[in-house]
């Protein structure tokens, strides 16, 4: 794809972006490797589009290195590090310049470079209050600590003034003790407490993969849950980095977050590629528990029915019986939401041509703008692709503008496979719009 059409589809995400709050988590593993400056001028690209952000770092590598140094050996159980007075010298240095070379990273202005006349402002603070993990099956984590509560406040102030929060993964008391924390836990509190629209970890894995090894690109609340219980009672260690992503992010949608991203961050581009394209490059957790998409089956044709019977009377769609509908089921998929069909949208495939239909997309009056006409059309495009076709094709008389806005153009009726040519009610005069897939 060239850059101007790659640009016109990332517009609508530009604009649906802009304004909203968006967390972070660079793993310490980041700062040692070259790669981190590509990631680091795309976060200054984020905030010049009106992207708040909050970054939080680990330093793993670094405090490990640091202890070793020393002549001690990291300590952890059950995962967890165990932060001993020895160590805790270590953590807050490798920790502070973790944190000085990421700043001086989004600090660089250097002509003829990315981040040219940037200007980002970082800002850091004791943002943090922490509490001791304390002793748990008898392993005193001493100063590990867990987050006890964000200062939501003064992060928004950092933000209204424009500049990026960079966060370490510190916590204080306020009897002034020092306390080390996991950076995708402070990520993730940072992310619950204010209510982010997204909580972004970039790791060292291209996402969640299926028994297969194929990444999924999108899980719902659900589906989190099942695979976070599955990786618990497998306890055998397989695969403890991803069941501690997954913990994290549903502790995050439960939390009032409305999407987690698991994205591999030794992609370049990883962040761009995900924020701004239709089917990103990593795993998407989507947050709303209350809702559902999925395949129709009988039961769905009085709801589908009650759904469409709006927009047929408008003439924004073609009169369907109960008989055809029942008949045509297994093309549709709906949205459920507490029960309710609230929306609903058919594919049709001609594999002859390499070509499939949308058809029937509607949604329920009080649900729109809710982004499920989106979610369908996402829906209808992997169905498409997997049955073989190249171009999507829609015919509308009312809504051309909505398609037009998601990348279709308009096509003549040379366009539509010879079989559904010959179906065409020209008594209707609907726009033939088209998309590459």
């Known amino acids: 794809m060239g850059f101007v059409e790659w640009f016109r589809r990332a517009a609508p995400y530009i604009g649906a972006h802009r304004g909203r709050t968006f967390v972070i988590e660079i793993g310490g593993e980041s700062i040692d490797d070259p790669r981190l400056h590509g990631a680091v001028h795309d976060l200054a690209l984020l905030r010049s589009l009106g992207m708040d952000l909050v970054v939080v770092h680990g330093a793993r590598p670094w405090i490990e290195r640091r202890i070793e140094a020393q002549g001690l050996a990291p300590r952890h ?16 240095e490798a920790i502070g310049a973790a944190h000085v070379e990421l700043e001086a990273l989004l600090s660089m202005g250097v002509a ?16 943090v209050t922490a509490r001791p993990i304390g002793i748990r099956d008898g392993v005193d984590f ?30 204080y008391s306020p009897t002034g003790e020092v306390f080390h924390l996991r950076a995708g836990e402070v990520a993730t509190a940072i992310a619950a407490e204010m209510r982010a629209a997204k909580l972004v970890f970039l790791c060292d894995r291209p996402g969640v993969l299926d028994p297969g090894g194929t990444l999924v690109r999108e899980l719902t609340f659900e589906e989190a849950k099942a695979l976070a219980a599955d990786l618990r009672r497998a306890g055998d260690g397989r695969d403890d980095d991803l069941g501690s992503r997954l913990e994290l992010s549903i502790h995050a949608c439960r939390n009032g977050v409305s999407r987690v991203h698991v994205i591999d961050r030794r992609i370049d581009g990883a962040l761009l590629l995900e924020l701004f394209s239709r089917d990103g490059i990593g795993t998407m957790i989507n947050a709303d528990a209350y809702d559902s998409i999925r395949r129709a089956t009988i039961d769905d044709v009085g709801g589908i029915l009650e759904l469409i019977r709006p927009l047929e009377e408008s003439g924004a769609l073609v009169r369907r019986s109960r008989e055809k509908l029942e008949t045509e089921i297994s093309h549709f998929s709906v949205v459920e939401r507490d029960g309710a069909v609230v929306a609903c949208a058919a594919m049709y495939p001609y594999p002859e041509d390499r070509l499939a239909e949308l058809a029937c997309l509607a949604v329920d009056g009080a649900y729109r703008g809710g982004q499920y006409g989106e979610r369908l059309l996402d829906l209808v495009e992997r169905e498409a692709r997997a049955a073989g076709a190249e171009r999507l094709f829609v015919l509308t008389t009312q809504a051309s503008h909505w398609f037009r806005e998601r990348g279709f153009v308009e096509a003549g009726h040379s366009a539509l496979p010879r079989e559904r040519r010959d179906l065409y009610n020209f008594q209707r005069r609907s726009r033939i719009l088209v998309r590459a897939l």
């Not at 001993?84 to 807050?92: I, R, T």
């Not at 003829?112 to 943002?127: D, E, L, Q, T, Y």
């Open 112 to 127: 003829n470079s990315p981040m040219a006349g940037a200007r980002v402002r970082v800002a850091s603070g004791n943002f």
């Open 77 to 92: 159980a059950g995962g967890v590090p165990v932060t001993d007075a020895g160590a805790l010298g270590a953590v807050k």
């Open 142 to 171: 001493e100063h590990t600590g867990e987050v006890r509560r964000i200062d939501v406040e003064a992060i928004r102030q950092r933000l209204a003034g424009g500049a990026i929060v960079l966060v370490s993964p510190l916590g």
